[in-house]
């Protein structure tokens, strides 16, 4: 499996706090049949503004430091990016970081509401050759109060990542709900462990992969955690889930 939304390089915004947490990930996403994974540190504009070759710099140093730990895992690199009105003049002027270096751009919305700059802001980035990532958006709530509100952006070409947790209930039942009703939909395209430590959210793929093969089956769990996150880091067109029908997904659970 890949897992594209991590936060694991140490030091960086609110995920590993140091080297030895970074390695105690590894080890547990290794551990865990995860074989790639991207991290994706916070970037907001007067918080954590990290450059990408801060970024990369630190992921060429984190897989030195796995190689000589003997811990079979690779680390690309990529950020998740505040949905701010600038992206566009950002990237343009090269100072965004895309998914290994994909046309695959990871942006993360507020979760109290959905700007009402959104829609424009991911279409300037198409316009400019890239295509967004909506990171977790079953935990935003313009989303969970309306849904229909991220169907419009996927047919506009958009694409979601859910986070592992919350198809599992560890955000609480609503979000958990939101979810899998992204499920149904086919509106998601990766599901990511967006881990920031070793124990409250820790990088583990296995028990979401458990689940989703109860949801919609072997081929969905391949699709949305093996198939798409390849083709996300090797910059290929994703495949859309079909939905899957409200009588099948509640037999299956």
């Known amino acids: 499996m890949i897992d594209i939304h991590i936060h694991i390089l140490p030091g960086f915004d609110d995920g590993a706090a140091d080297t030895q947490t970074a390695l ?7 551990s865990g049949d995860v074989h790639t994974i991207i991290a994706t540190p916070h970037v907001i504009a007067g918080v954590s503004n990290y450059t990408a070759a801060d970024i990369v710099s630190a992921v060429d140093e984190l897989n030195l430091l796995l190689s000589k730990k003997n811990i079979p895992l690779l ?32 942006v993360e919305l507020p979760f109290a509401q959905m700007p009402v700059y ?21 935990r935003n ?24 947790g919350s198809l599992l209930g560890n955000y609480g039942q609503t979000v958990k709900k939101t979810a899998r009703y992204f499920l149904t ?18 990088p583990q793929l296995l028990p979401v992969a458990r689940e989703l093969n109860k949801m919609g089956g072997s081929t969905c769990t391949k699709l949305l955690l093996s198939d798409n996150p390849l083709k996300i880091v090797e910059g290929k067109p994703v495949q859309s889930l079909p939905p899957i029908p409200a009588k099948k997904f509640f037999f299956r659970r």
């Open 24 to 30: 105690d990930m590894a080890q547990i996403a290794a």
């Open 75 to 106: 680390v690309l690199a990529g950020a998740e990016y505040y949905l701010e009105s600038d992206l566009p003049q950002r990237y343009a002027a090269g100072e965004l970081l895309t998914l290994n270096n994909s046309q695959y751009l990871l």
């Open 185 to 202: 939909q086919g509106w998601i395209h990766a599901v990511a462990s967006d881990a920031h430590s070793v124990k409250k959210r820790p």
């Open 118 to 138: 959104t829609a424009q802001v991911l279409y300037e980035l198409q316009m400019l050759g890239i295509t967004p990532v909506i990171a977790h958006p079953e």
């Open 141 to 164: 709530s313009s989303f969970i109060n309306r849904p229909q509100l991220l169907g419009e952006l996927v047919d506009r070409g958009n694409l979601v990542q859910v986070t592992s």
